[in-house]
Structure formats: C-alpha cells, structure tokens
C-alpha cells in the first residue's frame, strides 16, 4: 500500500508542478484558505473520492493519511487503521460529518481531534452540568446542559459559540441530539466559559441551574462573611448549601469582612435608637 502511495505521490508533483507554474502565489494572511492538501490534517474530516469513503484522519505522512475510522458509501462504519493516498481525498462536508457523528453516536464512540484516535464513552450529561459538545470534536459549544427535549433536540441553559459568541436566554435549542458529540468540559475550556460569562457580568450556578450576578456570586468553596443572630461576624465557605443561598439572597453575604462591619454599625445605631424610644414612651 506504502509503495502505491509513493508511485502516486511521484505522480501527484509532476502533475502540481505545472498547475503551480500558473498559480499566483498566496500571501502569508492567505494561508488558512489554500484549497487541496493542505487543509488535511490530524484529526479532521476527509471523504475519498475514489472509493467515496468518509474518514478521520489519525495521521498524515508525505502523501498519505492514516484512517482509524471511515464510513463506507453503504453506511457501513469500520474501524480498522486503512492507509488512502492523500490526492484521493478532501475535506468532508457538513452532511458527510452528521452521517459519521451518528454513526459513532450508536456505538457510544468519541473522537478527539488533538490525539486523532476514537474512545468510548458512555457519558450522559445531568441536568446543569457544563459540557463541550461538537462535530467530530470540530464546531465545539461550550455551554451548560438542559436537555434533549421530546423533538430530540439538544438544549442549553446558557452556552459559547466557537467565535466566542454569546447566547443565555436559559433554553438555547442547537439541533437534533443525535448530530453532536457531548462529552464532559476540560478544565481550560470551562475557564474561557466563565471567563466570556463574566465579560458580561454574569456567572453559571449549576447546581441551582440558574446565571446569577457576577458581583453576588462567590465560587464553591470561596469565604465569605455574615452577621448571626446576635450580630456577631462569621466567617464561612461558600458549599452552595441551603443556609449559603438563603444569606446570599437576602443580603447577609459579604466577601471582604469591612462590609460585615459596617452593616453591624449600621443595625446597632438602628438598635439603640429603638431603645431610646422606648426609654422616652
């Protein structure tokens, strides 16, 4: 097979050569749009159109790719490492990548882009919790997961388009289910989530499943303070517990210790004034 792909190779650049005599060069902001080769790479997408097989690339070596994983012209999904010439193939489309997802989808399969190898995953993400989801890895959502809905639709509370776009209307439909791959969120990615959220004043409470302010909400674990019934200062750990939710509600939340103080002042004047009142009656 390595020795056919070497005959094609030697075939594929006498051939380029004379089409390059006549193309005009590409300047270096250019270089993302090349069409041909060079936009296959590890871990992509490809289709052969010689034997009209859909394929992601494990590897690519001079003029030929490896492929763990290829969809027949059948449907027939096969995951034994095969070697295609690389002239033979191109970039796959947006139907071709779906009929792979899909397929991947009923065998509990992921693919990851970055090693260009397939897993197993039998991940089903719970009401709340951050997630990535994606085509073949590729088009990735960070977002926090609602539902499937009784459509079969995919629904977010909140989630961060691959541009960095934005959308938070806590019910964001993006597709039929079965045309996206989820898997659970890295931790840098669900650092780029909350760092967007917070560029607009906003951050996700999964375990409430709710956006709340930015300046009223402290992450699990973080200190903070509050007045107890005798209005004595405490100092706590944010757990998202009830008694954390119910203090931060009605205001009796603080991060630094000096707000604590000054709203005890504040309710021992209201104190001592009442009581002078009933000094006076």
């Known amino acids: 097979m390595f020795l056919l792909c070497i005959k094609h190779g030697f075939e594929y650049y ?38 009209l097989e859909t394929g992601l690339v494990g590897n690519v070596s001079g003029e030929c790719i490896s492929v763990p994983v290829r969809v027949t012209a059948d449907k027939q999904l096969f995951t034994d490492d095969v070697v295609m ?39 089903i993400p719970k009401d709340g919790q951050q997630v990535k989801v994606s085509l073949l890895d590729g088009h990735v959502i960070l977002g926090a997961f609602k539902e499937i809905d009784r459509k079969g639709n995919l629904v977010l509370y909140c989630l961060m388009e691959e541009d960095g776009t934005l959308r938070h209307s806590l019910h964001e439909e993006i597709g039929v289910a079965e045309n996206w791959q989820i898997t659970p969120i890295g931790t840098s990615a669900r650092s780029r989530f909350a760092d967007a959220l917070h560029r607009e004043g906003i951050a996700w409470n999964g375990r409430l499943k709710r956006l709340e302010p930015l300046e009223m909400h402290i992450n699990r674990g973080g200190k903070y303070y509050y007045l107890n019934d005798v209005l004595e200062i405490c100092e706590c750990r944010d757990s998202s517990r009830p008694s954390d939710r119910k203090r931060l509600e009605c205001g009796n939340y603080f991060r630094e210790r000096k ?12 104190v001592k004034l009442n009581r002078g009142k009933d000094v006076r009656r």
């Open 85 to 123: 010439p690389l002239k033979d193939c191109r970039e796959a489309d947006t139907e071709q990548k779906i009929a792979v997802q899909r397929l991947l989808n009923k065998r509990h399969l992921v693919w990851d882009r970055r090693k260009g190898a397939l897993s197993e995953s039998m991940y």
């Open 259 to 270: 707000d604590a103080e000054l709203v005890r002042d504040c309710v021992r004047s209201i």
């Open 14 to 51: 006498r051939k380029e050569a004379k089409k390059r005599m006549k193309m005009k060069p590409y300047r270096r902001k250019d270089i993302k749009n090349i069409p041909g080769k060079l936009c296959i790479s590890k871990g992509v997408v490809v289709f052969n159109e010689a034997t």
